[in-house]
């Protein structure tokens, strides 16, 4: 099982960014997809994680401004950030609990992690 993160990059502040994450491999069942970042010399942390109802918790630093989503066909997970700020600036793992083959029980995989930088 791999999960791909991609969409991160440089963004000025107030702006939008986009960041993507699709799971692949033998997957039999996906329950919670995620996002986490880690800021420089700080403990990776909750963005947003929703459900496979599609139930979803923020981080209050970025609710009202993040938007997570996911489409169960094709495994993937989306954040929206908007009105970004300086403070959102790390690296951004995408995380999902999932059930790898028939039979088998929840795991939790991880992305490789993707950058965004915030300028002021």
């Known amino acids: 099982v791999q999960l791909q993160a991609s969409g991160g990059g440089l963004v000025q502040a107030g702006g939008s960014r986009g960041l993507s994450c699709a799971a692949s491999?033998?997957?039999?069942?996906?329950?919670?997809m995620g996002w986490y970042r880690q800021a420089p010399g700080k403990q990776r942390e909750l963005v947003a994680i929703?459900?496979?109802?599609?139930?979803?918790t923020y981080a209050v630093s970025v609710k009202g401004r993040f938007t997570i989503s996911r489409d169960n066909a094709k495994n993937t997970v989306s954040l929206q950030m908007n009105s970004l700020k300086s403070e959102d600036t790390g690296v951004y793992y995408c995380?999902?609990?999932?059930?790898?083959?028939?039979?088998?029980?929840?795991?939790?995989?991880w992305g490789q992690g993707t950058q965004v930088t915030v300028s002021s």
């Open positions: 929703i459900t496979r109802v599609g139930t979803t």
């Open positions: 995380n999902a609990v999932l059930i790898a083959s028939s039979g088998g029980t929840y795991r939790t995989y």
């Open positions: 491999g033998n997957i039999f069942s996906i329950n919670v």
